[in-house]
């Protein structure tokens, strides 16, 4: 594995902080925010959520060699397949949102029939995710020989999962109980932070020079 690996890397982190961008506008309570402008940014958010974990399962197979890794052809189908992604998620949110073509307005009346939506937001990232931890297991452990960097990987994976169990079960009760002034949304972000930076120690952990070198994609 050679240092190159950063620059697929980073695309995963330039990704993160655009979430975290839009974080503000959709999950922030700024007051008095447009109905439009926040419709906008939730659009950009959810398209950027699916392209996001995208970019990171694709770092996982990087490992592999089955490209060389930093080079414009990896790079570039890393960017043109999550910017699919993103464009197809974004606007089915956006025509939800604004009702273009009135094809998704089911979902707004309560009787919640946006299947490509759920499909792309919440079903999609969570493959994308499964693929990743296996992905990097195999090749911690099997390739690798090693074990201390699955601490990380695990710990990544707790901090993940704390953050979405904050989102989607402790949620309703911090709202209830501030009168509705703050919920687990604040939570889940500082969580799913805490689990991009461990994600970015392990990567760190497995790109040492000491590892293992790949020969003719082949380990030594």
């Given at each position: 594995m050679t240092d190159y690996l950063t620059r697929e890397m980073q695309l995963f982190l330039l990704a993160y902080i655009i979430i975290e961008i839009c974080e503000i506008f959709t999950v922030g309570k700024i007051p008095d925010l447009k109905e439009s402008v926040r419709i906008g940014f939730t659009g950009i958010h959810l398209g950027m959520i699916i392209a996001t974990l995208w970019i990171l399962m694709l770092n996982a197979a990087v490992g592999y060699q089955i490209l060389d890794d930093g080079t414009p052809l990896s790079v570039g189908l890393m960017v043109g397949s999550a910017a699919a992604l993103f464009i197809g998620t974004g606007y089915i949110a956006l025509d939800t949102g604004f009702?273009?073509?009135g094809h998704f307005d089911s979902s707004l009346s309560g009787n919640n029939r946006n299947i490509a939506l759920y499909?792309?937001?919440q079903l999609a990232p969570l493959v994308f995710l499964f693929i990743f931890f296996v992905l990097e297991t195999v090749l911690v452990i099997r390739v690798l020989g090693e074990r201390k960097p699955m601490i990380y990987l695990f710990a990544a994976a707790l901090l993940f999962a704390i953050g979405q169990i904050f989102n989607y079960v402790i949620s309703i009760h911090i709202c209830n109980g501030t009168d509705g002034k703050i919920d687990g949304s604040m939570f889940e972000t500082l969580?799913?932070?805490?689990?991009?930076?461990?994600?970015?120690?392990?990567?760190?952990?497995?790109?040492?020079?000491?590892?293992?070198?790949p020969v003719n994609n082949t380990y030594s």
């Open positions: 009702q273009w073509t499909v792309l937001y969580f799913t932070l805490l689990s991009v930076v461990t994600i970015w120690v392990f990567w760190s952990s497995i790109t040492e020079d000491d590892w293992p070198m």
